[in-house]
């Protein structure tokens, strides 16, 4: 599609299986998998009484892996946001960058930029995790690899 150069913006709109895998890749691997908010009067939250002051905790890596949302939550399938299901799923089903009045600000942006970055990179290599490398998912302040991602590059 691009034919071996660097992608432009004016790419982005048919780059969308690269969109795909980003999504994909953040439903399973949110940035921020956890988000705390104070509840700033009594309210109701499914049922339970939340009273005013009451931390309540929305966590992104539970709800992209709920299986009322997802089909075969578990699996990295980007094929899954290929047929519009952004727009089929429930407010807050999938909120990788947060949502309402503290939405990321950067959000559109970091799409954008991971999408280039993707389309740029995986026309050029092939990258395959390094055989004695294991990755693990460290839950600090924000979603990481606990050390690091090592791949092998492969040129196409």
Known sequence: M???????????????????????S???YPPAWNIGRQAVSDTE?????????????LSQWAVHRDPRYYDNPE?????RW???????????AYF??????????????AMMEAVM??????????????PSHTVTVWPSLTLRPKRGIKVVLHRR
Do not use: H, W
Not at 4 to 21: H, K, M, Q, V
Not at 45 to 57: L, R
Not at 82 to 92: A, H, M
């Open 82 to 92: 290929t047929d519009g299901l952004e727009k089929r799923l429930p407010k807050y």
């Open 117 to 130: 970055l993707l389309a740029s990179i995986a026309q050029r290599f092939q990258l395959v995790i390094a």
């Open 45 to 57: 939250i499914g049922g339970y009484y939340v009273p005013a002051g009451t931390q309540v905790y």
């Open 2 to 24: 691009l034919g071996g150069r660097p992608p432009t913006t004016s790419d982005l709109p048919r780059l969308r299986y690269a969109e795909s895998i980003i999504k994909e």
């Open 75 to 79: 699996e990295f399938n980007p094929g």
């Open 26 to 28: 953040m439903r399973l």
């Open 96 to 109: 990788p960058f947060g949502g309402g009045p503290r939405l990321c600000i950067g959000n559109s942006f």
